[in-house]
Each structure stands twice: as structure tokens, then as C-alpha cells.
């Protein structure tokens, strides 16, 4: 158990439609990081968050945003769902944002697009 | 792109050494070597991270050449709960790109036989 938490562990979806996935990162662990996971595209880095701001973008889609809270933890929000965003999405933390700031994997949300 | 080489797949007999070789030849002075795995469809795991010294903890073993541009990771007594995919991650603000992120490629699946 990495002490990363996600909810909800299954989500099933039509296309068009939005949903929601939340992270809580380990105590203490100030940074959040989103991570998709699909067939063709192996493990993918979305973007970071650091006590409450952006901090780094990778392939995030325009239809997806994230934010972090003051209380620390995280949601993305997916919108105008496609079949192709079917996937499972990870959520990591760590302490702060440098190199040797190991990042500690979350369960996992694996969402379903029908 | 991942900054690592690693060979696509392994296998290895239950109790003894599995040694994963991973290549990062272009390798920077400030970046860490990270090796993660992933268990069929869990969250990757943390396993080792080192700069320049070879590192040892209650998982693994890594090992990292003089000049850094390879390493090795051991598991030093393989069972059939390692199968899994192993990660070889260069992490530092080149080599992740923005603050840390992980850049991951494809891995190499290691099957432990019994």
C-alpha cells in the first residue's frame, strides 16, 4: 500500500459525457502528479500539481483539467468523453518536485468509454 | 521518449538472481536512475532510485556503472510474485522534462518460471 489513494477504482461512461477522478496523496506529500495509462500508449505523464499550483503539463488533452486543493488532493476532470480516452489513470505524489523526490503510485481509476 | 534502454522481455527460475540491465547513456550529471514495476494492471511501484553509488534496500539491489550510463537492477532471490513489468526510469529536470516527472518506456517483462 503506497498510501495514495483513488476513487473511484471503476468507472463506466458514454461518450460525451464527463466525469471525475480523485486523489489523495500520501501525508505530508505536498506534489500530485497525473499519469494515463492506454493499450497503445504505455504510461503517460498529464501534469503536476504543487501545493495547489500547476507546476508541469505533459500530453494533458484540452478537454481535461486538473486542480489540487487546499487540503491536498487532487481531481481531473474529463470532459466531451471519446472512445480513445478509455484507459486506466494513475495519480502519484510526493514530497516536492525535485529529482530524488520519489513518486508513489496510486491504485489506479480505470475508466471505460462506451 | 524514454531516455532508457531495456530489453523487451526476461525470464527468470524462482529463487534465484533476476538481473534487469538498463541502458542511459546520455545520461546527465543530475539525474537519478529510478526503476519502477507494474503488476499486471496495478499502480507502478517503487522499487530503487540511485545518483551515483550503487544502492541496496529490503527489494533490490542497483547497481550503477562508474561512468553511469548503464545500470542493473537485482532482485537477488526472484519468486513467482516478481513477475511483473520493470521500469528503468532517468528522472531529473532534463531527463523527466518539466521539475520531475517520469518518462516512462516500455519496460521489460520479467516471468518468473518455477
Known amino acids: 500500500d503506497s498510501g495514495v489513494t483513488q476513487t473511484p477504482k471503476h468507472l463506466i461512461t458514454a461518450t460525451g459525457q464527463r466525469v471525475t477522478l480523485r486523489c489523495s496523496p500520501r501525508?505530508?506529500?505536498?506534489?500530485v502528479y497525473w499519469y494515463q495509462q492506454s493499450l497503445d500508449q504505455g504510461l503517460q505523464f498529464l501534469i503536476q500539481y504543487y501545493n495547489g499550483e500547476e507546476r508541469a503539463k505533459g500530453n494533458i488533452l484540452e478537454r481535461f483539467s486538473a486542480q489540487q486543493f487546499p487540503d491536498l488532493h487532487s481531481e481531473l476532470n474529463l470532459s466531451s468523453l471519446e472512445l480513445g480516452d478509455s484507459a486506466l489513470y494513475f495519480c502519484a505524489s510526493s514530497v516536492a518536485t525535485a529529482a530524488w523526490d520519489t513518486q508513489y503510485f496510486g491504485p489506479g481509476t480505470r475508466l471505460t468509454v462506451l | 521518449d524514454a531516455k532508457t534502454t531495456q530489453p523487451p522481455s526476461m525470464d527468470c527460475a524462482e529463487g534465484r538472481a533476476a538481473n534487469l540491465p538498463c541502458n542511459h547513456s546520455?545520461?546527465?550529471?543530475?539525474?537519478?536512475v529510478y526503476w519502477y514495476r507494474q503488476i499486471h494492471s496495478q499502480g507502478p511501484q517503487y522499487i530503487i532510485h540511485?545518483?551515483?553509488n550503487n544502492e541496496t534496500n529490503e527489494m533490490a539491489s542497483l547497481i550503477i556503472t562508474e561512468d553511469r550510463k548503464s545500470s542493473t537492477l537485482i532482485l537477488p532471490h526472484a519468486t513467482l510474485r516478481d513477475t511483473a513489468v520493470y521500469y528503468c526510469?532517468?528522472?531529473?529536470?532534463?531527463?523527466?522534462?518539466?521539475?520531475?516527472?517520469?518518462?516512462f518506456g516500455k519496460g521489460t517483462k520479467l516471468s518468473v518460471k518455477p
Open positions: 546520455t545520461i546527465s550529471g543530475n539525474e537519478y
Open positions: 501525508s505530508g506529500d505536498l506534489s
Open positions: 526510469i532517468v528522472s531529473g529536470l532534463r531527463g523527466g522534462g518539466s521539475q520531475g516527472n517520469l518518462i
Open positions: 540511485g545518483l551515483k
